[in-house]
């Protein structure tokens, strides 16, 4: 009878939990009741406006008046895709300053790493690791004063509240200066990087509200957090045009220069107070003060939206995002975790679209403030870009698609230069796909076969004879490299993998290591994927990837488990090796099962990692990709709990932004796994019959969602 009884609630959970996947979603009350509230200064709430090729960070003002106080939480940046810069590169620093060579199979293969050989090849690494740069284009921010003359700090601020509506894109703030409110509106233009606000409160009239617009200098560090105000004799800072209500501020940097246009609908004077410091005063009696901020690499002699018309931008741009693509719905969930996972997911999906959707692939921390000097890290590429196809938004993923053939020939110079075939993708890298040295970049390989990861997601949206010839050619040139990548070991009579490599766990040597569980998955899937393209090109199988995948190396496997890398036989014994991402759960998460794989390896591979892993040692997207993992193994309580995980590097901001440590205080990889890992434990995968397999079947979970596309 208790077993009837099991079965029949299992039944009615599957029928139920089908009934919500079809039943339509109320959007605009799913996304509004995520709003972020602020209610007082917390320099980790910072929260932005964006188009996904510009993002402007306000405090809670609603502009960047405090950013020194900001500096060290969610700086107040101000960037966008096009603005970088590059300091002259007067000692003619070349990358083959920083080759070292591994010894990997009888012959020598050169690789840009941090070289310290000498004192000329480490200002090399330097200098090439440190340019370009991605600048911080300028911060604007409100002059407010007391009525003694002093200016206000962050402590003399009262009555703060504001809120971010991600369902329009508006940022609402509301404070007091001595008893006298203020309010501020703050949107972004969807079309142009610009920025409008609305302003209401009686210190207009007496003169104790202004704006200003200041230039930072490149601080050439690791973070660029726009507050660098030394080195003013460095750039040149001028107002070029000017008018009662407009005025064009150029920037020059070196060979860098850009424009930053302000419009006003009162008079106003500006006012240089200090070298690349401009205090624009209105010359009002009102209450009341509008504002447009556009920043352009030309001059403008046109005039730029208004507040009303950027109003209009960002109210119908943001309701077509919301209104389209994936949602997910977990009304009526008694799981105590179930608001704050949904909370979770509508700001991600914010968060990346503002950051992460342009053409190029983005940085890890997006348009807010410089991690890598502001370089992408193609690796993480899957993690920015994959979830938007999965949402239903493979538009958004394949803008950034458009620069890998802009970067093939820098592409093509590394694999030629290493005696491969093909292309071999970048790991740090620039707008120009230059290579930065890296004495981990350069061994990795798990960035590689993403652009074929990418294509098939664009495929499978669009079915055409037109997507197959957009991507086709650099699909084979990545398989190209692929296959002439793996050495044939004719005593062994199979594919290796290495030496030279780290694999995604970034905790081995490259002297040492080859096949990595993960890649060597990650190769047979992407050259598979190859051949079918071929194939529907009308072109015949390539009989050198199908070698490679005939004879490729098995999974190694040792005590019942799927090790880190085939020479890693301490996988699970040396704690170093238990630290970082678990990616030997990629094997089955991030990649389909396939013939090399063997599912009870895996399950008890999983059990093992979850167990003994040190958790603490891991990134954002550690947990993501668990639970995609969790998920093809039928364990979807497992799925939840790697999300949810209370773990430093799974903490979500109140403004969503999921925090790393000191250093990476957001961390949009984990924000764009948290949404592809959703996605599968909703919609599933190829051959999945389980309605949302990732979500317990416990009866703590309602689910209703629509759009999802199944993943591979």
């Known amino acids: 009878m208790k077993n009837i009884k099991l079965l029949l609630f299992s039944l009615a959970s599957f029928f139920l939990q089908d009934t919500f996947a079809q039943s339509k979603i109320n959007r605009k009350a799913l996304v509004e009741r995520h709003a972020v509230v602020v209610n007082k200064i ?50 003619n620093y070349k990358i083959e300053e920083t080759l070292k060579e591994i010894s990997s199979h009888g012959r020598k293969v050169p690789y840009a790493v941090q070289a310290s050989n000498s004192e000329r090849a480490k200002a090399a690494n330097n200098f090439l690791r440190q340019n370009p740069h991605r600048l911080q284009l300028g911060n604007l921010g409100f002059e407010l004063f007391k009525k003694d003359g002093s200016k206000v700090n962050p402590q003399d601020l009262s009555n703060i509240h504001q809120t971010l509506n991600v369902y329009t894109g508006e ?171 949904e909370r979770r997911i509508i700001l991600s999906q914010y968060l990346t679209k503002i950051q992460c959707a342009n053409n190029e692939p983005p940085q890890e921390t997006g348009l807010t403030y410089n991690s890598w000097f502001g370089k992408p890290h193609l690796e993480m590429h899957w993690w920015h870009g994959v979830h938007f196809a999965l949402w239903n938004r493979t538009d958004l993923l394949e803008k950034s698609m458009v620069w890998y053939k802009k970067v093939a020939p820098e592409a093509k110079i590394i694999a030629e230069r290493q005696g491969f075939e093909g292309v071999r993708w970048q790991k740090m890298t620039d707008p120009d796909g230059k290579e930065a040295p890296s004495s981990v970049g350069a061994y990795l390989l798990w960035q590689q076969p993403h652009f074929i990861t990418f294509a098939e997601l664009a495929y499978r949206k669009h079915q055409t004879k037109a997507t197959l010839e957009k991507y086709k050619e650099l699909v084979f040139k990545t398989a190209e490299f692929m296959a002439s990548y793996a050495y044939f070991d004719p005593e062994k009579g199979r594919y290796i993998l290495g030496k030279g490599v780290i694999p995604a766990q970034e905790r081995f040597k490259p002297e040492d290591t080859f096949n990595p569980t993960y890649e060597l998955a990650y190769w047979q899937w992407a050259l598979s994927t190859a051949q079918i393209w071929r194939e529907r090109s009308g072109l015949k199988r390539n009989e050198k990837w199908d070698d490679v995948l005939k004879k490729l190396s098995p999974l190694p496997v040792q005590d019942g488990v799927y090790l880190a890398t085939e020479n890693a036989t301490d996988s699970y014994t040396n704690p170093v090796f238990l630290t970082d991402h678990p990616s030997v759960l990629g094997t089955f998460g991030m990649l389909p099962e396939s013939k090399m794989l063997d599912k009870k390896i895996m399950q008890d591979t999983f059990d093992k990692i979850w167990k003994i892993w040190h958790w603490d040692d891991t990134w954002g997207w550690d947990f993501p990709m668990v639970a995609m993992t969790a998920t093809r193994l039928n364990q979807p309580e497992k799925a939840i709990d790697a999300l949810m995980m209370d773990i430093r590097t799974n903490t979500y901001l109140p403004n969503g932004h999921n925090f790393q440590d000191a250093r990476l205080r957001l961390y949009l990889p984990g924000n764009g796994g948290l949404l592809a890992a959703v996605a599968m434990m909703c919609a599933g995968y190829d051959g999945c019959k389980t309605i949302n397999p990732g979500i317990p079947k416990n009866g703590k979970w309602k689910v209703r969602w629509e759009g999802f596309r199944k993943f591979f």
């Open 42 to 91: 917390d320099t980790l709430a910072s929260l932005s406006v964006g188009n996904g090729g510009f993002a402007f960070t306000t405090d809670v003002t609603g502009l960047q008046t405090f950013p020194d106080f900001y500096a060290k939480g969610i700086s107040l940046g101000t960037q966008s895709v096009w603005g970088w810069h590059r300091f002259p590169n007067t000692e």
């Open 171 to 341: 940022i609402t703030s509301q404070f007091s200066v001595e008893g006298i409110p203020v309010k501020v509106i703050t949107i972004a233009h969807q079309q142009k990087d610009l920025i409008s606000v609305k302003v209401q409160s009686d210190l207009l009239k007496t003169g104790q509200l202004k704006y200003r617009l200041r230039f930072p200098y490149p601080t050439n560090q690791f973070t660029d957090e726009g507050n660098n105000w030394k080195n003013a004799d460095k750039h040149q800072s001028s107002v070029v045009l000017s008018s009662e209500k407009s005025f064009v501020f150029k920037h020059q940097l070196n060979d860098t220069e850009y424009f930053v246009k302000v419009e006003s609908n009162q008079d106003s004077k500006v006012l240089q107070s200090e070298a690349h410091y401009f205090v624009l005063s209105p010359d009002t009696k009102e209450s009341t003060l509008e504002f447009s901020v556009m920043f352009s690499e030309k001059i403008s002699k046109e005039s730029i939206p208004n507040f009303t018309s950027t109003l209009l931008s960002t109210k119908t741009a943001w309701k077509t995002f919301w209104s389209n693509g994936a949602a997910v719905d977990f009304t009526g969930s008694t799981d105590s975790r179930a608001k704050e996972l």
